[in-house]
Nanobody, 124 residues
Framework: QVRLVESGGGLVQPGGSLRLSCAAS????????MGWFRQAPGKEGEFVAG????????FYADSVKGRFTITRDNAKNTFGLQMNSLQPEDTAVYYC?????????????????WGQGTQVTVSS
């Protein structure tokens, strides 16, 4: 069963914006922490943002703080990542992930399921 499906990736110019969405088929989504990670070509995957079960707690990587915003809609079992002021270094495959509990986790080891990923390319 596919639990997480990302959408919204694409090609954008530097300084532009994109919004990623993740549809979750998780029985207890409204009590589960969720997150976004990314992996650029030739680099290790890295944490981008995490959100707690009710959206009250949010954490961001320093590299995206002030530019990216993570949100969730528990009524629709979806969560998103609004990305503004995109730069070429933001180019990567972005993955949504399901946390192992209710909190806003920041480590990959704290997540138990991953989506297939969506490509984000920032280029002029």
């Amino acid at each position: 069963q596919v639990r997480l499906v990302e959408s919204g990736g694409g090609l954008v110019q530097p300084g532009g914006s994109l919004r990623l969405s993740c549809a979750a088929s998780i029985r207890f989504f409204s009590s589960t922490g969720m997150g976004w990670f990314r992996q650029a070509p030739g680099k290790e995957g890295e944490f981008v943002a995490g959100i707690g079960w009710n959206g009250g707690a949010k954490f961001y990587a320093d590299s995206v703080k002030g530019r990216f915003t993570i949100t969730r809609d528990n009524a629709k079992n979806t969560f998103g990542l609004q990305m503004n002021s995109l730069q070429p270094e933001d180019t990567a495959v972005y993955y949504c992930a399901e946390g192992g509990g209710s909190y806003a986790y920041t480590k990959a080891s704290e997540y138990i399921y991953w989506g297939q990923g969506t490509q984000v390319t920032v280029s002029s």
